[in-house]
Structure formats: structure tokens, C-alpha cells
């Protein structure tokens, strides 16, 4: 476990709350909520030095966090940038013009899917159903979803992230 | 109009918060099931006919009952919010605007079935909706219906949130309890069936959000009285999420005994087809059951109206007919192109494969990379055979039901529109630019032109 890794007070006190949802013995079962708030806290990813952090946490071995980070894809194996666009392009929204925005998004920021700009801003990851079919097409920001989206209010939306005015949490 | 036992109050401001909810008449179906025995509960589940609202419509009180029961060991219940798949978004409405009916319907169910300890597994993305249940369970906990002792009755329930983190196939029971255990989603082999070994080995029903909200009004109305509504095997109300070419796409509260035609064109549902275009095909019940034509969605193969319950939608099996599924209704009209939107599905299915089979792992790499081809102008004629037979091999070839879910979007496709995957193999320019269209589609759907 790396010494300079370590939660915050308030997000340890949460952690503790978690393992307490489950029965004595089954801790591991906070893992995922656990990673959650270990990706949040510790810049956007899971280092392997904040993956061994957690399984001291739990209690489990490293590789039973490795195992659980690498399978699911919210949790993100290497850095991203301070916002990352996650455009759903699965069935309802390809009907409803989600490629457009793709598109639009990669020429604009000048990035292919996965990738991040240069100044470490903005980070693209098409997404496979986000459950918003009926208010397509639609890309989550951190904790929301944007809906609806045009050509026009993803541009609007950019901006706002580069003036610090979207949230995220 | 419809009969609605579920969104009844969902237009009512505050309807999200305890005191709102309760002014309505919230929770007096709990406090009527805790005078009840779990027994009588089970009885009037079972009377209701109700069928599990998540896809499959297995009867929900023949699941409760197959329950083990050993004294001394814990049971649960696990609500199943993982909602990933495409086309469907009811249970977001449900948790987001009536978060204390599925409380509501949880305490009931944790009644019923022995449950202490609850849990509701959401889909990661979901992120803001835990904030919305946990306040919640807290305002029912401050009112006595949460926690220990409640109304006095003896019985303690406490209820979690879990977040997944972005996995479809924890949509499948055995996989969200591997999930909420911890661990990769890989889906167990059954039996043991989770009534039996489920949760940390105990046994466990799982159930969908609709499904355990849908608990409220059986035990408000009785369930005898719920049986009432709807038409045969479909019983009570359903929520269907409509999206796609549509005017007005949203959440609606069905009680199926309304036709296909009348959804999609009138007023008070989907309000027709976006742009005054004409209906193509449809995908009625999310995207793993088949897709069809706009002749065979909207009339059976005997001319009859096709209406929207789970009999009707799957007459003819899947040569003709389609599925219920979750309610996820998914309109395409004349400009889709029907070899893209399958090879979207099947990019879906392949990113969400968790590997485990290798039909499935393999089998739904191969068919994206087919349809790929094809609709980037460079397929051949026989890959149009190839591909049905590998989702041939995928079906039923598998742990978990994914397989069949990537197969099945492939297999009627093929099956309703081989000339337009044809039209794409001998016409490799044109399909870059220009789609294929309604071609012989159009004439069969007369009944659309009054409201085209």
C-alpha cells in the first residue's frame, strides 16, 4: 500500500458506512461503491497504487480489485481530462442523430474516441445506451446527463465547461 | 384512456418526497399488507397475475413462492435498476419522480418474503438517482416504515442503494448478485437458481423496479381486482418507453388492451410518426427481441389487429410476431437504415459480452465486424448467410441470456429484411450515401395513411 495514498476523512467515514450495509465478513461487497469514490477522489482514474490502497481497505487482494476495475466501464484504467464526454450512440440514439454529434465533438476538439485534448480538458467516450432513449441524442457529464442535444447546444455546453460553469457532481 | 395504477400521481408536484406522497394515500397499502400474514401477501401476488416487467414476464408470485425458507438463514431481496438495455428507461421515471412507491413496494415485498435487509442495485450511470432513493428511505425511516420495529409490528427492514458501474449484463440476476458481491458480472450457471443460493449464498428473489412497484396497487386494489384490467395472461397495467421516430417520445402506462396502431398514432400516446414519415419497423419491447416490419407490427398474419400485450405481440413466435420484453418501444421510420441499426446492436452486445461463453465473446464480435462490412459497401452474399448462421450458434449456446439477446436482433432482420442487406451487398456505392428505404414495406400499412 503506497503511504501517500490515502481517502480523505469525510470519504473514509463513507467507506465505513458502505462495508456496514453488508454482513460481517462480506466487505468485499463495497468494492464497486468503493471504487467509485476512489476514482472521484484520486483524479478520474484508478492507479494501481490507489487499486492496492483500496483492497487494504477491504481487506481483499490487489488482484480482486484489478479483476473488478478493469471489467466495468466506468472505472477509467488511465488518466482523463477534467471532463469527459460520454456520447451514447446504441439504437435509439443512432436513430436520433448521435453520430452528428460525435462527429461534430471530434472535429471540434480535434480528438478520436478515447482520447483527450492537449490541455487535458475534454476526454470522448462514446457510450453503448445510457438509458436516456427517449430524450436522445444525450452525453453524460460527470454526474448528469445532457439531453436533447443539437449540433448548437453541445457547442454551447463546451464552452461552459471551459468557463468552469458545467457541473459535475 | 388508460387505466393507471402506477403514474397515477406522477404529475404531482412533490410527489417525490414523503409527505407529498403519503397526503396521496401513500404507504396505506403497506400498512394494510402488515396486518396481512406473508402468506396471504404471496396469495394475492399470485391472484393478480402479475408477470416480471423486466423482459422475461415470468409470473412474479410463482417466483416468490419458489423462496427456500430454512430457519435461521437470512433472505433478501434484490430490486434489479440495473436499466441497460436499449430502448428502455420506464424504471429511471419510476425511481426519479415515485422513488417512495418502489419503497413503498419493497416494504411490502421484504414482508412477504422474510427480508430484513433489501437492496436496490442500480446501474452505475444512473448517478443521480441513489441521491434521490437514499433521501427517500431516509424520509420513510423518519416516519416509522423504515428501520426497526415498524408501525409496531415486529419486523425490521432496512433498505440499500448499490451503484453498478456501467455493465449490461448485470441486468441478469445472477450477474447483479455477483455484482453487488463485489466481484466481475459473469453470470452463474443455474441451479441453483437464486431463490435457493443467491445473494452470499442465501436465498434471494430478484426482482425489477415495475415489478415490485406494481406490488402497491395489487394490495391497494386486490389482486383479483388487478386481474381485471388488461386482457388474459396479461394482467394490470404495463409502462411502455417509447422512443425513436416519434412526436411525443416518453414514459406511458398501458393496460394492454390497446393496439400497436393505436400507440403509435394517437394523440395520447406517441402521437405518430416524427416529420409526417411513414412507420418502417419497430423494436417493441427493447432492443433484444426482434424487430418488425410495420405490416406484421401492426396487423398479425391473419389481418388481425395486433394489440399491446405480451399474447399478441409474440403471435406467430418469432417467424411473424415479436415480444413484449421490457417495454422498451423502439419507432424507426422510412429513412433507417435497417443493416446500421443492427450493426449498432450488435457493437452494443459485443461491448457488453462479459466474455465468459465463447459463443457469445466470439460470436458477437464476428457479427458487428459482418455488418460492418456490409453497410461500408465491402460485404458479400455470403456473409449475409454467415451471419445467420453464426447468431444460429450463438442462441441458446450460452450461460446467461445475453447470447440470445445479440442474436435475436441479427436473426430477424435477416428474416424480415434480406433484400435490404441484398441491396447493400450489389449496391456498394449507393448504400454510402442513400438508405434503402420503405421498398415493398409501404403497401401493406394502409391503416397509417389516415393518420399520415
Known amino acids: 500500500m503506497s503511504e501517500t495514498i490515502a481517502f480523505k476523512p469525510e470519504s473514509l467515514a463513507q467507506v465505513h458506512k458502505i462495508i456496514a450495509r453488508y454482513p460481517e465478513g462480506r466487505q468485499k461487497s463495497a468494492l464497486i461503491p468503493v471504487l467509485h469514490l476512489a476514482q472521484k477522489e484520486f483524479g478520474g482514474w484508478l492507479d494501481v497504487p490507489v487499486m492496492d490502497y483500496v483492497a487494504g481497505l477491504l481487506s481483499i487482494k490487489p488482484i480482486e480489485v484489478y479483476e473488478v476495475a478493469t471489467f466495468y466501464t466506468m472505472f477509467n484504467m488511465k488518466p482523463v481530462g477534467k471532463y469527459v464526454l460520454e456520447v451514447c450512440r446504441t439504437g435509439p440514439c443512432m436513430v436520433s442523430g448521435s453520430e452528428k454529434i460525435l462527429n461534430h465533438i471530434r472535429t471540434k476538439l480535434n480528438i478520436k474516441d478515447g482520447e483527450t485534448t492537449e490541455d487535458g480538458m475534454f476526454t470522448l467516450k462514446p457510450a453503448e445506451c445510457l438509458g436516456a432513449c427517449g430524450y436522445a441524442p444525450m452525453m453524460q457529464l460527470g454526474k448528469f446527463f445532457h439531453e436533447n442535444l443539437t449540433i448548437e447546444k453541445v457547442d454551447e455546453i463546451l464552452e461552459l465547461c471551459r468557463q468552469g460553469q458545467v457541473a459535475l457532481d | ?452
Open chain 2, 1 to 452: 384512456m388508460s387505466k393507471k395504477l402506477l403514474l397515477k400521481d406522477a404529475h404531482i408536484e412533490g410527489i417525490r418526497y414523503f409527505e407529498t406522497y403519503r397526503r396521496q394515500g401513500g404507504y396505506t397499502a403497506a400498512e394494510k399488507a402488515l396486518k396481512m400474514t406473508p402468506d396471504e401477501i404471496l396469495e394475492e401476488v399470485k391472484a393478480s397475475g402479475l408477470r416480471g416487467r423486466g423482459g422475461a414476464g415470468f409470473p412474479t408470485g410463482m417466483k416468490w413462492s419458489f423462496l427456500a425458507k430454512p430457519e435461521g438463514v437470512p433472505r433478501h431481496l434484490v430490486v434489479n435498476a440495473d436499466e441497460s438495455e436499449p430502448g428502455t428507461f420506464k424504471d429511471r421515471y419510476l425511481m426519479e419522480f415515485l422513488p417512495h412507491l418502489l419503497i413503498e413496494g419493497m416494504l411490502i415485498s421484504s414482508y412477504c418474503l422474510g427480508s430484513n435487509t433489501s437492496y436496490i442495485y442500480i446501474r452505475g450511470e444512473y448517478s443521480w438517482i441513489p441521491d434521490i432513493l437514499e433521501e427517500a428511505i431516509e424520509e420513510a425511516k423518519a416516519a416509522g416504515f423504515l428501520g426497526k420495529n415498524i408501525l409496531g409490528t415486529g419486523f425490521d427492514l432496512e433498505i440499500y442503494v448499490q451503484r453498478g458501474a456501467g455493465a449490461y449484463i448485470c441486468g441478469e440476476e445472477t450477474a447483479l448478485l455477483e455484482s453487488l458481491e463485489g466481484k466481475r458480472g459473469n453470470p452463474r450457471l443455474k441451479p441453483p437458481f437464486p431463490a435457493v443460493k443467491g445473494l452470499w449464498e442465501r436465498p434471494t428473489v430478484v426482482n425489477n423496479v415495475e415489478s415490485i412497484a406494481a406490488i402497491v396497487p395489487i394490495i391497494d386494489i386486490t389482486g383479483a381486482e388487478y386481474a381485471k384490467i388488461g386482457v388474459g395472461r396479461s394482467t394490470g397495467t404495463k409502462l411502455i418507453s417509447a422512443c425513436g421516430n416519434i412526436n411525443k417520445p416518453g414514459v406511458y402506462e398501458i393496460d394492454m388492451t390497446i393496439t400497436v396502431e393505436e400507440f403509435i398514432y394517437s394523440d395520447e400516446y406517441c402521437g405518430g410518426i416524427k416529420d409526417g414519415k411513414r412507420l418502417k419497423a419497430c423494436i417493441p419491447g427493447g432492443s433484444s427481441v426482434p424487430i418488425v416490419p410495420a405490416n406484421l407490427l401492426l396487423r398479425t398474419v391473419n389481418g388481425e389487429p395486433r394489440y399491446m400485450n405480451y399474447e399478441s405481440l409474440a403471435d406467430g413466435g418469432f417467424a411473424t410476431g415479436t415480444m413484449m420484453g421490457s417495454g422498451g418501444f423502439i419507432v424507426l421510420d422510412e429513412d433507417q437504415c435497417i443493416v446500421e441499426h443492427t450493426m449498432t446492436l450488435a457493437r452494443f452486445y459485443n461491448h457488453e459480452s462479459c466474455g465468459q461463453c465463447t459463443p457469445c465473446r466470439e460470436g458477437t464480435g464476428w457479427m458487428y465486424k459482418i455488418l460492418k462490412k456490409i453497410e461500408n459497401g465491402q460485404g458479400k452474399m455470403e456473409d449475409i448467410d454467415l451471419l445467420w448462421d453464426i447468431q444460429r450458434k450463438i442462441e441458446g449456446n450460452t450461460i446467461c441470456p445475453l447470447g440470445d439477446a445479440a442474436a435475436w436482433p441479427v436473426a430477424a432482420a435477416i428474416r424480415h429484411f434480406r433484400d435490404e442487406f441484398e441491396w447493400h451487398v450489389k449496391n456498394p456505392e449507393l448504400c454510402l450515401t442513400q438508405n434503402y428505404g420503405l421498398a415493398h414495406y409501404a403497401d401493406p400499412i394502409p391503416a397509417v395513411e389516415k393518420n399520415a
